[in-house]
């Protein structure tokens, strides 16, 4: 064979085998993928688990004998099941266990609040609860398969009668896809599949044993594309403590302070320790740096820590061997359906069996009572005996099919009697028919054939069944599974607003620079390396650029800050000169929305054109300056005044207004006027107690420059804060909040401790210190605030026990004491704890803002161990 030959041949083997390789690639890897999605890492719809759980606890069913087994004895088990090493086996036995529903555990088994690992396999013990026997095993109903070695069988699916996918929850990464279902509450799945069943809409949301709170605005039901926020509980223990008390869902306490040191370290949030103090509940604490608002932190702990997390749910489970993606309310109305579906098979195979013992129940009657037994004596062979006893009980029975007179008395039975149900009458012994009773045995028949009738109308009844089977559910197992996780809706929290200052802005006005770096120069403010700042410049361009180390911006810098996105309330007002025309132009303008990097040009954009005033105003203050022209020019009035309050704000762009088209010498401030964009309209959010200009909650009023808020607190204290919108206030800790106005009276009813008196009191603020805490009620602790209004007049009413009977007053408040200073104890209203309080009216209302619904405020009180009223 030539060379040519030769080579045409390898190239062609050297193709097949490419060809071989790339099918046998394609085959093989199509294989594994279709493996792991089906065997490892998606659950199936039908029962909820996967793989090696479904035979975890097919074998603790197996050994079930009500005692606990060591866990390395069902790891053991289960391995002749599952072809995979104990290790996976053991790891999937903890999950399990830990969630707290099919397995009764004892021992260590770890902590996924902590991460902590269980004991080894051989030290802790497990048993399936009663939970589990009840819902997920019945042998009757359960497909089997043969298990990977041939020598066993296990079931292809568990009957389980309850939606276990959506209370446990499941994730997994297969080939190609993933799947991750969150965990629901127990009382509401089955609250919800009887609303199916009643064909009701309905709408689940995730539950997690850790607690905290959810965001479920995107959660999409489950399916892809959605999303949930999830956060820690966090309280205000003092204003230089927090408490971490619940944890958000897969978020252990370790990597939850690894992730607040962290965000420590990058200068996000200031803390002086954290203590993870976590024993029987989740409890951090941690501690501020001096100065550090803790309303400021937490919402920094919720934007740069794991205190929020995100997760995105993609709900995929196992139907007929595919997986499919659902919403959740679709998986459990598919769990719901079957779980009837199975109570049908029950109650058939239960049907049949009571049909079952009743058939032979009237054939021992016949046989006996009639004494058919008598009339075998002469048989000789078998033959003869079933040919005998056939003969005789057709005296007296009826088959299902066949045809009666109405004078015939013959019973009918549910089939017709086989040579089976004659040999079982040949085995019945001589003493049970000497014994024969007669009446119990009617009883028996009366019983059965009553339960019975109780199956078949249930089973004409299958949705009612159904019904007062999840009933059942609820009543035997729902007691403790309340839902932990609270539903709330989530402040978008501005990661600007709340990041810690961390570095220091400089500028080099002269050379055009500004950054951290310029230590040697001028210091501007502290800021955040995350903070955008805004730089104008002496030839009226102006730049946003990102906080850096270094920067160059244009020479001659006259102004820098760090810039907010959106800021619609600063104002910057400006005069420059036009380079061609010469003439001078005023303009007052706000920066909303920029470029990042992107040169602005505040002038007309000729050559020569500069700046000569420029300040900007927090609140969009005009003001009022001199402007002093050169003395050669031909101007009869040299010096004259300019208000800004005579042009308005318009956007960067706008050319302004002419001020002269003579030179200009000079320009200084004269005076600052007062704000011209109006007051703040003011609300806060009812649930979140956070501040807000988005009409969202109670309006607390308009606020202009110097104005305060007035806080009465339950506390029975008071406080004057300067408005920050920051501020995060508890709503229930709250009597009255809105606008401070110094001539407000305050009327208060509370129980002076001291005393043992009820106390009436009229006051105004006399303090002058701003943003702090002043308790107008005795310090004693049994002292406690029951009523307080801003109201000129309020008219209550309060209960007292007279003769141990409830009584009701009325008092005007204005009418029974004078204002008096802040301090003083106030009038007796009664000798003894009030049983109740509520405001019926105002003979005058002023500017009032209450957190409860209307104009009325009222307690409960209770008992304390004395017998005496105790405000809850």
């Keep these: 064979?030539?060379?040519?030959?030769?080579?045409?041949?390898?190239?062609?083997?050297?193709?097949?085998?490419?060809?071989?390789?790339?099918?046998?690639?394609?085959?093989?890897?199509?294989?594994?993928?279709?493996?792991?999605?089906?065997?490892?890492?998606?659950?199936?719809?039908?029962?909820?688990?996967?793989?090696?759980?479904?035979?975890?606890?097919?074998?603790?069913?197996?050994?079930?004998?009500?005692?606990?087994?060591?866990?390395?004895?069902?790891?053991?088990?289960?391995?002749?099941?599952?072809?995979?090493?104990?290790?996976?086996?053991?790891?999937?036995?903890?999950?399990?266990?830990?969630?707290?529903?099919?397995?009764?555990?004892?021992?260590?088994?770890?902590?996924?609040?902590?991460?902590?690992?269980?004991?080894?396999?051989?030290?802790?013990?497990?048993?399936?609860?009663?939970?589990?026997?009840?819902?997920?095993?019945?042998?009757?109903?359960?497909?089997?398969?043969?298990?990977?070695?041939?020598?066993?069988?296990?079931?292809?699916?568990?009957?389980?009668?309850?939606?276990?996918?959506?209370?446990?929850?499941?994730?997994?990464?297969?080939?190609?896809?993933?799947?991750?279902?969150?965990?629901?509450?127990?009382?509401?799945?089955?609250?919800?599949?009887?609303?199916?069943?009643?064909?009701?809409?309905?709408?689940?949301?995730?539950d997690f044993q850790a607690g905290g709170s959810i965001d479920v605005s995107d959660y999409n039901s489950g399916k892809r594309g959605g999303k949930v926020r999830i956060r820690a509980k966090i309280e205000k223990v003092d204003k230089n403590t927090l408490a971490i008390r619940e944890l958000p869902y897969s978020v252990t306490t370790l990597s939850l302070i690894e992730s607040i040191l962290k965000a420590n370290d990058k200068g996000k949030i200031k803390i002086k320790k954290v203590v993870d103090n976590t024993a029987k509940d989740v409890e951090i604490m941690i501690d501020l740096a001096p100065g550090v608002s803790p309303d400021v932190t937490i919402d920094a702990l919720y934007a740069f820590t794991n205190c929020e997390v995100s997760i995105s749910p993609n709900a995929c489970v196992i139907i007929d061997d595919k997986p499919h993606f659902l919403k959740v309310n679709e998986i459990l109305k598919t769990c719901t359906e079957q779980t009837k579906e199975l109570l049908r098979l029950e109650l058939e195979i239960k049907k049949a069996e009571l049909e079952e013992k009743l058939h032979f129940a009237s054939l021992e009657k016949i046989f006996i009572q009639n004494r058919i037994y008598r009339e075998i004596e002469e048989c000789e062979t078998w033959e003869a005996v079933i040919e005998t006893i056939d003969r005789e009980l057709k005296k007296y029975v009826l088959g299902p099919k066949e045809k009666a007179a109405k004078s015939d008395k013959r019973i009918r039975l549910f089939r017709d009697v086989t040579e089976e149900d004659i040999a079982r009458l040949t085995e019945i012994k001589i003493k049970r028919i000497s014994k024969y009773n007669a009446f119990k045995a009617d009883e028996l028949i009366a019983r059965l054939e009553e339960e019975l009738k109780q199956v078949k109308y249930d089973l004409e009844h299958l949705t009612e069944y159904a019904i007062a089977y999840f009933e059942d559910l609820l009543k035997k197992y729902g007691k403790g599974k309340e839902r932990k996780t609270r539903i709330e809706e989530f402040d978008n929290i501005e990661v600007r607003q709340v990041v810690q200052n961390n570095t220091k802005l400089y500028v080099d006005r002269k050379g055009g620079f500004i950054g951290s770096s310029l230590k040697k120069d001028e210091f501007v403010s502290d800021c955040s390396d995350i903070d955008d700042i805004i730089v104008f410049c002496k030839n009226g361009i102006f730049k946003v650029v990102r906080m850096a180390d270094k920067v160059f911006i244009e020479k001659d810098i006259i102004h820098v800050a760090v810039w907010k996105k959106g800021d619609d309330r600063t104002t910057y007002n400006m005069i420059y000169v036009d380079g061609k025309s010469g003439k001078s132009m005023a303009k007052r303008f706000n920066v909303t929305a920029i470029t990042r990097d992107k040169a602005y040009d505040l002038t007309k954009g000729t050559k020569g054109s500069k700046v000569h005033y420029f300040t900007h105003n927090p609140n969009g203050e005009s003001e009022i300056v001199s402007i002093q022209l050169t003395q050669g020019c031909k101007a009869h009035k040299k010096v004259f005044d300019f208000d800004f309050d005579w042009i308005a704000i318009k956007g960067r762009g706008s050319q302004g207004n002419i001020v002269t088209k003579y030179p200009v010498r000079k320009i200084t401030q004269v005076e600052v006027g007062k704000s011209t964009l109006g007051a703040v309209k003011v609300w806060m959010d009812e649930v979140s107690g956070k501040l807000n200009a988005d009409e969202r909650g109670l309006f607390l009023g308009d606020f202009d420059t110097g104005n305060s808020l007035l806080i009465i607190y339950k506390d029975g204290s008071y406080e004057v804060a300067d408005l920050d919108m920051m501020r995060k206030f508890d709503p229930k800790n709250i009597f009255s909040i809105g606008k401070f106005d110094e001539n407000t009276v305050i009327s208060a009813l509370y129980y002076d401790g001291n005393k043992g008196w009820s106390v009436a009191k009229r006051f105004k603020v006399e303090t002058t210190t701003n943003n702090q805490k002043f308790t107008f009620i005795t310090e004693h602790k049994s002292s406690k605030l029951f009523f307080a209004s801003i109201s000129e007049n309020p008219k209550v009413r309060y209960s007292t026990k007279v003769k141990n009977q409830k009584t009701d007053w009325e008092l005007e408040l204005a009418d029974f004491i004078e204002v008096k200073g802040w301090k003083a104890l106030g009038n007796k209203v009664s000798d003894q704890k009030l049983l109740g309080v509520k405001e019926i009216g105002s003979a005058k209302t002023g500017e009032k803002n209450k957190l409860s619904a209307g104009d009325s405020i009222e307690f409960d009180l209770g008992k304390d161990e004395n017998g005496q009223g105790n405000l809850f």
């Design 1 to 206: 064979m030539s060379k040519d030959q030769n080579g045409t041949a390898a190239n062609e083997q050297s193709g097949d085998n490419i060809i071989t390789l790339s099918g046998m690639y394609k085959e093989y890897f199509l294989d594994y993928a279709s493996y792991v999605i089906l065997e490892r890492a998606v659950p199936s719809v039908e029962d909820g688990l996967k793989p090696v759980q479904r035979r975890i606890l097919h074998s603790m069913k197996e050994m079930d004998d009500g005692r606990y087994h060591k866990v390395a004895n069902i790891i053991g088990q289960t391995m002749q099941y599952h072809p995979h090493g104990d290790a996976a086996i053991g790891d999937a036995l903890v999950n399990l266990g830990q969630k707290d529903l099919l397995i009764d555990c004892q021992g260590n088994w770890g902590d996924n609040r902590t991460g902590d690992r269980s004991a080894a396999p051989r030290y802790i013990e497990a048993r399936l609860t009663k939970f589990a026997l009840d819902v997920a095993f019945n042998n009757q109903t359960t497909e089997w398969q043969v298990s990977y070695d041939g020598r066993k069988k296990e079931p292809i699916n568990l009957p389980m009668k309850f939606p276990l996918l959506l209370a446990q929850g499941a994730d997994g990464i297969a080939v190609g896809l993933s799947t991750k279902i969150l965990p629901h509450n127990f009382i509401e799945l089955i609250k919800a599949s009887i609303k199916i069943l009643e064909g009701k809409y309905v709408q689940i949301y995730p």
